[in-house]
């Protein structure tokens, strides 16, 4: 397969061709664990560093996937206060459903009422507290 300048996406070019393998560095760490599993024993610092960092990856996505999500009607409190682009900055918020009905929630600030996004909110350390019964 050529990429636009001739580049193969196969690391085979020209007349000298080359293959690239795990011992040239690779930076994105996010090699999915069946890929892992095939991989054969090797010796170089740089790919069992590469390797570690994978597994550390794979092992923190799975920890976020079982962490719970928050739900409408509960109270998500920051271990560390979020900075939104309007300059504000909150611990806490209300977890709402999203009133145009696409799925997902949305987070209501304290006070003000104002509506926030947050991507990635798993990824980040929170409580969550339930609404008071009663």
Not at 29 to 44: N, V
Not at 56 to 78: S, Y
């Amino acid at each position: 397969m050529r990429f636009g300048g001739g580049i193969r996406a196969d690391s085979l070019s020209g007349a000298n061709p080359t293959r690239l393998d795990e011992t040239v560095g690779p930076c994105e760490s996010d090699c999915p664990a069946a890929i892992l599993d095939l991989l054969t024993p090797i010796d170089a610092k740089h790919a069992l560093d590469w390797r570690a960092r994978c597994r550390d990856n794979l092992t923190t996505r799975r920890a976020r996937a079982a962490k719970p999500g928050p739900r409408a009607g509960q109270v998500i409190v920051f271990d560390e206060a979020l900075r939104f682009s309007n300059g504000l900055s909150f611990e806490r918020l209300e977890v709402i459903a999203n009133p145009r009905g696409r799925g997902g929630v949305l987070f209501r600030a304290p006070g003000c009422g104002g509506l926030y996004r947050i991507s990635n909110v798993k990824s980040r350390s929170y409580q969550l507290l339930d609404p008071p019964r009663g």
